[in-house]
């Protein structure tokens, strides 16, 4: 039921890009992305509803293909402040899904000078 | 204005003991959770409420047990702390399935 993540860890440079995919084996209706630094609570990065659609946050963008039932997320020209652990959560379909965000296992991500 | 708070921030107790933690959000969100966070940094969901009303109760021990007096507080008591317990415990709170909105965590240490 949980998510996975791939790659489990990332080392870049500065200026470097990134994917980090997220992979479910049930149907999604949402795949949720948040950033987490050392000693501090995830924060909410970015949500892809079923479609298709691709969004862009900064140099932070993120597409979520429903059929293959994945997202992947893409950190184009790193920069410091991007270090951290990220994690892809997803609700499966169904209204009965409420409430029940499962996170995949994180993707930590270190960027250096 | 903090939108959600938990406290304690820190707990330190020993074995066989019972403990709560609280939290409670000001964004007038309708699901909150409790999620635990291991040294490996996995969370794992462990109780969600949607309008006080209980979601989802993950395989926890029975001697986890959520409290939510009403849509805006979420508690956790635990009793009988085992050393396994030992973890960042988060709260969070959400409008239904959009974006989570996290405390900023108990970090419980059993000793």
């Known amino acids: 039921q949980q998510p996975v993540q791939s790659p489990q860890a990332v080392i870049l440079r500065e200026g470097e890009d990134a994917v980090i995919n997220c992979s479910s084996s049930k149907a999604l209706y949402s795949v949720h992305w948040y950033r987490q630094k050392h000693g501090e609570a995830p924060v909410f990065l970015m949500i892809l509803l079923k479609g298709g659609e691709q969004k862009g946050h900064d140099k932070i963008s993120a597409s979520f293909n429903e059929k293959k039932q994945q997202s992947s997320l893409y950190l184009t020209a790193s920069q410091l402040s991007y270090s951290g652990t990220y994690f892809c959560?997803?609700?499966?379909?169904?209204?009965?899904?409420?409430?029940?965000?499962?996170f995949g296992q994180g993707t930590t991500l270190q960027v250096k000078p | 204005d903090t939108a959600v708070s938990q406290t304690p921030k820190y707990l330190v107790t020993q074995m066989g003991n019972d403990k709560s933690i609280k939290c409670e959000q000001n964004?007038?969100?309708?699901?909150m959770y409790w999620y635990k966070q291991d040294s490996k940094k996995f969370l794992k969901i462990m109780f969600s409420?949607?309008?006080?009303?209980?979601?989802i109760n993950e395989t926890v021990p029975n001697r986890f047990s959520p409290k939510s007096p009403d849509k805006a507080h979420l508690n956790l008591h635990i009793n009988s702390l085992e050393l396994g317990d030992s973890a960042v415990y988060f709260c969070a709170s959400s409008l239904s399935n959009s974006p989570l909105h996290f405390g900023n965590g108990t970090r419980l240490t059993v000793t």
């Open positions: 409420y949607n309008n006080k009303e209980l979601i």
């Open positions: 964004l007038g969100h309708d699901t």
């Open positions: 959560g997803t609700f499966r379909e169904g209204s009965s899904n409420t409430g029940k965000l499962i």
